[in-house]
Structures are given as C-alpha cells and as structure tokens.
Nanobody
Framework: QVQLVESGGGLVQAGGSLRLSCAAF?????????MGWFRQAPGKEREFVAC????????YNADSVKGRFTISRDNVKNTVYLQMNNLKPEDTAVYSC???????????????WGQGTQVTVSS
C-alpha cells in the first residue's frame, strides 16, 4: 500500500504563491512510475494539473497552469511539490496528489490518492 499526505494549502490573494507538498509512505511506493496533482472545484469535474515521472523527473503541465505552476520531486524525502505562482481566483479548488504505476494524465489511471488540501484564491 501507498499513503499520500498533502500539506500547504490555504487562503491567498490573487497574484500570490503557495507551495503544496505530498509525502509518500509505504513499502510499495518504489513501484510507482508517476506522481500527479489534480484539482476539483465545487460543481466541476476533477482536473489534471501536473505530473512528474518518479525516476527521470520529466514533467507535464496542464495548459491552464503552464508558466505559473511547477512540479518537482525529492527522491530522498519521497516528496512531490507543486509550486504555484501568480495564483488566480479560478485556481480555487481542492488539490490532491496521486500515484500511478503508469505514465498518465488521466485520473482513472492513478492508484493511490491523498486526502486533498484546499486552496482558495481571493480576488
């Protein structure tokens, strides 16, 4: 099993920054290929934000966050980060990290999920 614990959410004004962290635990974590961030706003479907391959570190971002969000990883700490800059009110959502055994941006391909952390951006 793999456990994912997010932290770093909160309330910020438009134009501000936040950094989310996702710590991974569990003996089978080494089998995960990709770590991803997704978000879900009230009344909307879950949306892909960014992902990173655990071994090579290659990344992919959704168009809506390119140039503003950066995903990174620390293999020693088994932690993935999402640095969010120039936040906009439309970024308001519950952000969740997830782990997958394959390289994918589809949430259905992810096997393990964190509990989520709220990000609220005021205008």
């Amino acid at each position: 099993q793999v456990q994912l614990v997010e932290s770093g959410g909160g309330l910020v004004q438009a134009g501000g920054s936040l950094r989310l962290s996702c710590a991974a635990f569990g003996r089978t974590f080494y089998t995960m290929a990709t770590m991803g961030w997704f978000r879900q706003a009230p009344g909307k479907e879950r949306e892909f934000v960014a992902c990173i391959s655990w071994s090579g570190g290659s990344t992919y971002n959704a168009d809506s966050v390119k140039g503003r969000f950066t995903i990174s990883r620390d293999n020693v700490k088994n932690t993935v980060y999402l640095q969010m800059n120039n936040l906009k009110p439309e970024d308001t959502a519950v952000y969740s990290c997830a782990a997958a055994r394959m390289h994918s941006i589809r949430y259905v391909d992810y096997d393990y999920w964190g509990q989520g952390t709220q990000v609220t951006v005021s205008s």
